[in-house]
C-alpha cells in the first residue's frame, strides 16, 4: 500500500518481517541447524504471501541528460525491490536488516556448520559452532553436499527476547510540513546553477587563435626548411 507520508523505504525491522522470520525457523527441517538466507526468504513469499507493508510514493522516472559536475551524464531509473509491497521486500532487506536486527536482540543467532564423518548407516557428523553456546556434535542423515557453510537458527531462550527491540525511529522516514516542497526548489537552484557553468565552458574565449607574429614569417619558414631537405634519388626528377 502507496503511503505518501514516507520518504524512504523503511530501514528497520518490522514486528510483521521478525514474525516471519520467527514461524519459519521453527519449523525448520532440522531446528538446530536452521536455514539459509534464501530459504527464509522463498519460504517467506511461498508460506506468507500476503503479509504488506506500506511503501513510499514511487519518485518519477528520471529522462534525458542529467548534469553531473558539468559534465552531461544519462540519466538512470533507481530499480525497486523484487517484492515492493511484501513485509520482506528483498533479499538485502532480509539479511543486512531484519535478520542482523534479530542476532543483536539475540534472538536468532548464526551458526557455522560443518559437514563431519560417514558412517555406514548412511548418518553423518555433523559439527554446530555458536558464539554463544559453543561447539555442538550431533548425528543426523541430513544430506550436507558442502562441507561448511551458515546457517540462521532461532536461539535457546529466543521467546525471552521478543521484547528486546527499540522503538522504531518512524520519524527519521516521515516527511515533514513543508520538506517536499523545501528540497524541490533546493534542486532546481542547484540545476540551474550547473546549467550556467556548463554554458560558459562552451562559449568559444576570443583572442584564443591571434597570435603576435607578422604576416609572411611562417611561410618564409616552410621555404627555408623545404630547401634544407636532403633529396632522394627516388624522388628526383
Do not use: C
Amino acid at each position: 500500500m502507496i503511503n505518501h507520508q514516507l520518504k524512504t523505504w523503511v530501514n528497520f525491522s518490522t514486528p510483521e518481517a521478525r514474525s516471519i522470520v520467527r514461524k519459519i525457523l521453527a519449523s525448520a527441517p532440522h531446528r538446530e541447524l536452521g536455514l539459509k538466507t534464501h530459504e527464509i526468504y522463498e519460504r517467506a513469499h511461498e508460506e506468507f504471501p500476503d503479509v504488506t507493508t506500506d511503501i513510499p510514493a514511487g519518485k518519477p522516472i528520471p529522462t534525458g541528460i542529467r548534469h553531473h559536475g558539468g559534465r552531461p551524464k544519462p540519466a538512470q531509473a533507481v530499480p525497486l525491490p523484487p517484492k515492493i509491497d511484501h513485509a520482506i521486500r528483498s533479499v538485502k532487506y532480509l539479511k543486512k536488516t531484519i535478520l542482523e536486527e534479530m542476532a543483536m536482540a539475540q534472538e536468532v543467532e548464526k551458526v557455522h556448520i560443518k559437514r563431519g564423518k560417514l558412517h555406514e548407516d548412511g548418518t553423518r557428523d555433523i559439527s554446530i559452532v555458536s558464539k554463544a553456546y559453543g561447539k555442538t556434535e550431533i548425528t543426523s542423515d541430513l544430506n550436507v553436499p558442502m562441507a561448511n557453510f551458515w546457517h540462521w537458527r532461532l536461539t535457546p531462550d529466543h521467546n525471552t527476547k521478543i521484547n528486546n527491540y527499540p522503538k522504531p525511529p518512524i520519524e527519521k522516514i516521515l516527511w515533514k510540513p513543508g520538506e517536499k516542497e523545501a528540497r524541490r526548489r533546493s534542486r532546481e537552484t542547484v540545476g540551474s546553477v550547473v546549467r550556467q557553468r556548463t554554458e560558459i565552458y562552451k562559449k568559444p574565449i576570443e583572442g584564443t587563435g591571434k597570435l603576435n607574429v607578422r604576416e609572411g614569417i611562417k611561410a618564409d619558414d616552410d621555404v627555408a626548411k623545404r630547401a634544407k631537405t636532403p633529396e632522394f634519388p627516388a624522388f628526383s626528377r
